[in-house]
């Protein structure tokens, strides 16, 4: 029996140090993040069987268990994996923020602005060379700072990627320790007891995983947790598996499970967060970078291949892209236009192509048509050799070559011809008769022409086999023919075209040139009259025509005489203006109170003036100008980055023609190539504000301010969402804190309440004792 | 003589009154010892109350005994000092016979509640010494010292 007390002592005393060994480690670990709060249960003892009696045998510590809440616990998990993808995101995006959102020296906008405060210097002299290289290297910084810009979002999206191939390593740790702690409490638990610690230690690690990704862990019955990932299992009762960070087959980044090829759909954590930013927020800075530099090289070189350095015309010009050999057959001059291989896109329009007499200035005004979907670049090598003066050739590399001969030039600006009638077709001094009207002309097998001059009468007979199509025979067809006849040269004639309308003249001019056109079933088509005698003049008219063409579409203009009369001098003698759909723009006053060689205003910046002489309406005096408001509306010459201001397409690639870094006189301030002319330039400088197709109608400007207010407007809205889901974290925080955390005070206080319990406990039983000694001895 | 069994009687009750205190004091350190074990420190609380107030009734009931031996010393003309219950049963003589059975029973009763109450003191000190070692040690670690000496709040978490 004294046994009994004496055991039921020793293991009540045992409960209280086990309790005040929970106490104690439930204080130690006040501070260890993830403790759950422990107490311990106690129970009583199984009663033991002395003789007869059942006697009871004190108490004892049954488990030590956990104070925590599960749901709340997963709650917090889940929440967890949000606020860290967010945190993720929010951190890339700040450097993006970073790098774009530069406002000092070498920032982008900065940068265009010196760029266009450069050509409003040199628009006032275009011919500084100071102020060209001024330019050409504004032009060359520019391009830097796209190239900057692009390789730090590239370098971003190289970090980002290294930050999550970081991420999955810590993950296939976090799943390996999960694994290991799963194998460790069953073990534990199998004997009974609950593994208490080991459980808080696997809540801190599945913690740690949410950080990283969104996971989910279900607990089985043995106390091993199973860790989801997408649908798949990380971790099992007793394995794990690893993740790894792949390409996929249209090459994007995707997570998945070590040799299966499913993505694993990760949209929560650190991973989840970076992995939305490199797949979605970083191609869109990257692709408004790429498309604000594609459309800055694109509009700047529209401008800067039409116009003309201040070294006048070309005689050699490379083009900066190359053709592609785009279906593989090993040749590239087989590709059509619209499909070759060129940067930018190549579309149905006309090219202009001036080929300039350098010793006498005259200009022979070619208009290219492409047909970008049919012609191939062989057509366009042929087409460019067949203007005269001037050589085409595709290199190796597929690089377009142009060139001129000796004593000629070449451009694609829009300057008009100063001296349209070098033919003499609009009171020159040879006799000379146009068509009435624009060929082609209605001509019929065996329609004859009868024509006298010095050497006497001929007749040219027209055959139908001489043209294309006799029944619209076009006035270079009918001049060749014309040509053909000896009689023509025995007789000092030429037939020539102008415009679209056949000319005949005598090869000398002066009064006592003349020819007749006697007859023939060819002159109702061409709109002559039997019997008329073409007489030439002693005095020439001259034709200047100047200024520079402000209208919006391409155009021609169509001179011609309202009467027969001297410049100057007949009374009512007008010019009529008709533009290329024969509506008559202009009506320009040439007769009396005229001064001959004084400057008219045509229509749209064009200016005319007329030297003295005789005009004939009888004989159809006519000049014709092409004026030009765009001279590629095909986007052939930037496409071929032939005297490109800026190469390349994207932000990586811009930068500054070779050629101009080397030699900047060749930078194209002008349209016109005469001395002074800015105007190149000042088209240009309209990019400035101008709004422009490609970037949706914004400015240059507006769209980089927009790229770069976009960034911080998705920060914002991260920041506003990260602020409200961490608050919430916060919130579940705290209440796991109140169900498992440890209330140090409580705890102190419970032991010191206990102390003092016991202790008058203690002096009250001894009393009791102290009373019965004393009744003892009485007894 | 009359005065004799008079007071034999009222000696008589008190004893019996004894036994059913000590009785209760034997139940009370019992649960005692059962909240010590089951440290509650709200249960020790309650029983040791519980404790206190019955040991209370223990001196009207010391009052009540002092003034029967001070009666009976009179009648016998001795110090009521030297008076025990085995002396006063053996001067009663056939009257103090069930005093001496009484007394034989309070003696076997009191012995119970000496050894347990000796015992449960033990215990209950025991526990105290642990706590208060344990609240020692860690008022150490944090340096507050002795909140019971001082009187000072603790903010353990600060």
Redesign the interface.
Known sequence: MSNL?LN??L???L???S??DT??HN?TN?NTPGYSRQSLE?GTNTAVQVRNLLMGN??QATIVRRTVDQLLNARLIGQQSGVSRLDARLSVLGEAEGLLGNTSESGLGKAMQSFFTALSNLSATPEDPVLQSGAVQNASQLASVFNQLATNVNVLKDDTIARMQAHVDAVNELAEQISGLNKQISATEASGVTANDLRDRRENVLRELAKLIDVKGIEDARGAVRVLVGGSMLVSPTTFNQMELATSGDGSLEIRMQGQTDSLGITGGAIGGLLQVYQNSLPTISNELDELAKNWILELNRVHTTGVGGSGPFTSLVAANTFSDVDGDGVVTDELLSNSGLPFDVVDGEVVVNVTDLATGAIDKHVLAIDASRATVSDLVNELNSLGHVTATVDGQGRLHVFSEPGYGFDFSARLDTNPDAVGSFGGGQATITSATDGPYALADGDTLQLTGPAGTFTVTFSASQFAQIGAATADELAAVINADPNMQTNGLVATVVGERLVLQTAGSGASESFSVDAGSALGALGWSAATTVVGHDSAVSVTIGGSYTGSANDQYTFVPNMDGVVGTTAGLKVFVYDQSGQQVAALDVGAGYNPGDELDVLNGVTLKLGFGTLSASDFDVFQVDVTADSDTSDLLPALGLNALFTGDDALSIGVRNDLLATPSLFASSQSGAPGDGSNLLEMLEFDAADVAGLGGSSFGATWADLVSSVGLDIDSSRSAYDAEEFLMQSLDARRDQVSGV???E??V?????????????Q??????E???E????? | MKELQTLVRHLEAHLQDELAAQERTLGLLEAEEHALRGRDPHLVFERTTALERELATGVGRARRREELLARLGALWRVPPATLTLSSIAERAGVEGERIRRLRGELRERVAKVVKLARRVATLARTHQRFFSDVLQSLFATIGAGDVRQNGSLLDAEA
């Open positions: 007390g039921i002592g293991q009540g005393l409960s209280s140090q309790s005040l106490i104690g204080i006040a106690i004190g108490v209330n140090v005070d705890e102190l419970n032991m010191m309440t206990a102390e003092q319990a016991y202790n008058a406990a203690a009250f039983i001894r009393v009791s004792a009373l019965g000694d009744l003892m001895r009485l007894l």
